[in-house]
């Protein structure tokens, strides 16, 4: 058959989608055995292989006739870095999946701190959800950021501290923290239950 010609057996990899910083590691993880028919070359496995780099979202591999396997990648992009009581700091996704330790979080990336050793996703995802629904105005304003659970989000904006809750109704917590806001002397604003909102 000519899928088993000698002319087509595997020559080359060409990695795309990801910074050339990466193309190294990812060649490495992916193994490709080199002078194998392109026919026979199992993408999976090599696909596999590359997905374990946890700072990799996404891989396809392809064959491109005749003599290259090409590798499409996407990085994970990182929304916010979480400290644990370890004091170690992991990024982590939109997915709320921590996926790598890091010295210092990324430029302009948020950090927050959290009880849980590891945290859930799901109260990573609640940490998300309220950065996500701030307007960037108040967004930038936002520190101290604290995850005691998926069901309490605290963190100060401002002078003022915030008890956000749960992932839950994130527009209307705005709204309401926003008003609230507006109120002289307010120390501590807690819309967690944003239909009876306290302030103190």
Do not use: C
């Not at 002319?7 to 490709?32: C, K, Y």
């Amino acid at each position: 058959m000519v899928e088993f010609s000698p002319v087509l057996v595997t020559h080359s990899v060409r990695v795309e989608g990801v910074p050339v910083g990466e193309v190294s590691t990812i060649v490495g993880r992916a193994a490709v055995p080199m002078g194998t028919p392109l026919a026979k070359v199992d993408t999976l496995a090599i696909a596999r292989r590359v997905i374990a780099t946890r700072t990799l979202a996404e891989v396809t591999v392809s064959r491109s006739w005749p003599s290259t396997i090409v590798i499409s990648a996407r990085l994970r992009v990182p929304v916010l870095a979480v400290k644990d009581p370890q004091g170690q700091v992991q990024v982590v996704d939109s997915q709320g999946d921590a996926y790598a330790i890091v010295s210092a979080p990324p430029k302009g990336v948020p950090l927050i701190s959290t009880v849980e050793s590891p945290p859930s996703k799901e109260s990573l995802r609640a940490a998300i959800s309220v950065l996500q629904a701030l307007p960037s105005g108040q967004r930038s304003a936002v520190t101290d950021v604290a995850v005691l659970g998926a069901n309490m989000v605290t963190f100060k904006l401002g002078a003022v501290s915030v008890m956000w809750g749960g992932a839950s109704e994130p527009e209307l917590k705005v709204k309401v923290m926003t008003d609230l806001l507006r109120q002289k002397g307010v120390g501590t604003i807690d819309v967690s239950a944003p239909h009876t909102p306290a302030t103190r």
